[in-house]
């Protein structure tokens, strides 16, 4: 297992190419379910686990690894299903979300594929808003063909941490907030948490929040407000995306934006739970202007308040010409 993700790191490359790779993985034997590869530190065997009275039932215990204390989920009970029983060939896939390290308890981890965010698609309406998924997508695997359900990992986490949107004192500016008031910002998210929690940050400050699931309906939107004739970088304050999404990825989004002369200008702020190291050199090959990891509202506050200065900034200097 540890041979099958050393090679992570050569691997980056697939990001910007609208691709991804996902680590397949069972919870029951029928199903297959699936997170991005970067979000993975490494898979190992169950070590033995350390109860933690009063902590969250799914949090089945602590476990030591190379003297890290990781909190283990038992992800089969987070996402409602009956909690999982530890055999030999259980597997534990640490991960790190939104600078945390967690491990998530599975049955056992099968394999790696390569695929294109084209392929993986948003999850049916059908299934409700309450679903622990992010997308689906369907593979040829083992000779015969499965779809493989890929976790809203954002959703497990928020209702074991429970974030907290309230800023700290003195994040906000006082003076920022008439100028705010009404003023529009677009998001894009596949997972509804993580909008959510954006969302509700914002929604304090006054501001108006636009939301869309993936990367090509954020990309449709800003045809066509641009084919209405509107100028995007005045309509809205920026575009805050998420870097994994389906059909189109944050970071081919932000090339389509950039290549397309009436949006080029718009100001764009990746917010992401990939590591940070990643994703600042992504952020400068692909030409985001700020990246954020989830979820930390203060800093996200002060990365709106910075664009709204800079942007009354260049306004007066147009209008004193």
Known sequence: MTQMLASVDQRTKLVGENRLELLLFRISVTQLFAINVFKVKEVVRVPPLTAMPGSHPSIIGVANLRGLAIPVIDLRKAIGFRPSAVYEQSNL??????????????????????????????????????????AITRIEYQDKQELVSIIDVEKVLAEIIQYDIKLSDGVLDEQLLPLMQGRKVLIADDSATARRQVRETLEQLGLEVIEVSDGLMALNQLQQWCDSGINVSEHIIMLITDAEMPEMDGYKLTHEIRKDKRM??????????????????????????????????????????????QSEALLTQSLNR
């Open 93 to 134: 896939i640490i991960t790190e979300y939104n600078r945390s390290v967690q491990g998530f308890l599975v049955d056992k981890v099968e394999h790696i594929v390569n695929l294109t965010w084209s392929d993986i698609l948003p999850p049916p309406k059908t299934v409700g808003p309450n679903n622990y998924l992010t």
């Open 264 to 309: 080029s200008d718009l100001y764009i702020t990746l917010n992401t739970s990939l590591s940070g190291s990643f994703n600042n050199a992504m952020v400068e090959k692909v030409g985001c202007d700020r990246f954020i990891s989830k979820f930390q509202p203060d800093l996200l506050v002060e990365v709106v308040q910075d664009r709204l200065r």
